[in-house]
DNA sequence: ACTTAAACGAGACGGTACGTCGCGTCTTTCG
DNA sequence: CGAAAGACGCGACGTACCGTCTCGTTTAAGT
């Protein structure tokens, strides 16, 4: 489940419990002591293994720290979905509040804004980036408001590339430059004001 | 107007020369080798200027970058005013392509990516960030929205911040995450995609 | 009682002050911290004086801390004598006793290694050493053994410089390259060894 | 063969070549600008070598200077002897004037100097320098004054330890002091002193 | 007493070296 | 033979002092 290879060494000889410890120690640092003082040496440290072993399996830290989120989201299967009750704006509100709360956790805050500097610095990261998480995410969002669209609830010709933008772009853009706290409250107006829009309505 | 004073030495002495340099050859440098390589030697060095007069009055790489922005930025006086042609769709989008100009070329993405880098993973620094460069351009923005809502263009109800976020939000976080490509057509639609809202109208 | 002038400002108008608290503040910080870590900031700290104060009348700490130890030989004036009470064995084993007293103390052994390290790097240091300090010493105890001499005590040909350094020397090197303690016995032994020479009388 | 160690890392994996080639770079340097502007980085890069491989093993440059040393002794064996012509007194003078000559050799003068300073604020390689080179040489030392001892030429109760550092304590003391040129006439002459003692004889 | 030039304290400045940390590579040893 | 252990050349860190250079502020001479 590597990210991205050097030179491929003989992958069937990899020892399963140094790449876990290695990833493990990777996330479980980079919340203590904040990447910019995550090192690869730390991370060998604390995870009981050889530095070669890292630098023979990836290519840089950021790498690591990228495969040590794939770990958590492992066991999820390609099953999820958002929640459809039939009311949007309702479903929505759920799950921006619940996006708040996991950014406002301390033990994801530290590595997700890691993982999002990497992502901004070296577009390659970005591209697996995009491919691993953040594009079965969008598609599992682009669903529910398909659905929505289906309905009538959505305008016919959205599209949902962009609803997906405007609805958690503000959201992630207010997390990651601190421009203000983000409460369950900015949640549910955000969704009410990107769904109305700002137009005046007579 | 220094950022971020350690313990405030004797700043009526302090080199405006030096100062310049120092701001002048960060910007410059992290333009060239990007934020990660980017380092107070090599400043002092392309400054021509000792190692210990960055730590003299910066307690961090960012803080220095950070001034360098606003040493940018000095001459503009507070006048700014976004463009009113009364057409409230055509100003935004027309603003909205004049940044995405700016966010795609080379020698503001690097250091404004570090930049953003720095903010998220230093409230501090954040907070002056705000104050000093965020807050005042969010105001020009505002300003124009309010214009637009006096005008009855805009709901009554609007909250302005919000406004704001929901347009530029989005942008700002494609542009960050490397979500897609910044383009004047994905500016328009924004613009248009965030005015009407999502919602379907009979 | 400046060693070394560098373009000799208006000594008139010289701080008395300032130049004492500088040589006191001098010896007693290589006492304290040793003659390796004694900086030229810690005296003019310690002195409560600027920098600049001390490179006006000083050329390098070595001629600080010299002009130091000349300020507490100060008040001794010319007429010392070394004792004579006709006995000269007893006399120089006196006199060899009191300096081992003397570099055994540890207020002067530290001060006193460090000018010896100054004479041995320095050579114009060295020359004021021996007008200014060494030689004089030197003359009490050519005069003591002149005296010695003229009684028929010694060999009528004896170089008496070289009697200093027979007398001296091995005293003095043992304590500068730690060969051995200085012990009161030492002291005796050696004046007993000069003074008969290793040869064997029948 | 290394002369202090500080906590000991793995001496096995010792790369010989960077030893040899640190210690010649530290002597050759000590004797181009003197110990005092002798730094580690200097040594290093004249090295070829990293810093840190030099703090591996060294506690400081003082450390490193003795080693170096110790390095050039190396190929002798312990077999050394003065020479014995059965004539003590040429022999010895022999001796010291090739002492002097050494002293008086510039390749040797500083770093020499160098090494005495060394000990004489370091009682920690004062003892090791007792123990690997100041030691041996005595121990040849006396070993010739024994011979002459057995054959009635010296004093029979002469304590040789205290024989040696009548003899050549004057001369290094003279050397280190500068207080006067070392020639091979103040060599013999020391000789004689030393060995007739100052007393008159009828 | 008043003026004035120096010496003074303070400390910023361009530098050099310090001793430490981490990089990414390489080599040795062990299971 | 893969992995731990860790030495290595290297580069940057942040600190301490160097010796030079302004800055006001005493301070003592000579008007």
């Excluded at 140094?18 to 440290?45: C, D, M, N, P, Q």
């Excluded at 992502?119 to 998480?133: F, G, K, N, Q, T």
């Amino acid at each position: 489940m590597t990210t991205r290879r050097q030179n491929t060494p003989n992958a069937a000889r990899r020892s399963d419990a140094s790449r876990r410890a290695i990833l493990t120690a990777a996330f479980e640092l980079v919340g203590e002591v904040g990447y910019a003082k995550l090192s690869i040496e730390g991370i060998a440290a604390r995870a009981g293994v050889g530095k070669q072993t890292i630098y023979r399996w990836w290519p840089s830290k950021g790498a690591v720290l990228f495969d040590a989120f794939l770990m958590l989201g492992e066991g999820e299967g390609g099953e999820a979905a958002l929640p459809d009750t039939g009311d949007l704006e309702a479903d929505l509100k759920l799950v921006m509040r619940a996006t708040v709360d996991e950014l406002n956790d301390p033990r994801f805050d530290e590595p997700m804004r890691a993982l999002s500097t990497e992502i901004s610095h070296d577009p390659d990261l970005a591209a697996v980036y995009r491919e691993r998480l953040d594009g079965p995410m969008r598609e599992i969002k682009k669903r529910r408001l398909e659905a929505a669209q289906r309905a009538g609830q959505l305008a016919e010709d959205l599209d949902l590339d962009m609803a997906v933008d405007v609805l958690w772009g503000p959201l992630l853009n207010r997390w990651l430059q601190r421009t203000g706290p983000l409460t369950p409250e900015y949640a549910d107006k955000l969704i009410e004001t990107a769904l109305n829009g700002l137009r005046h309505r007579r």
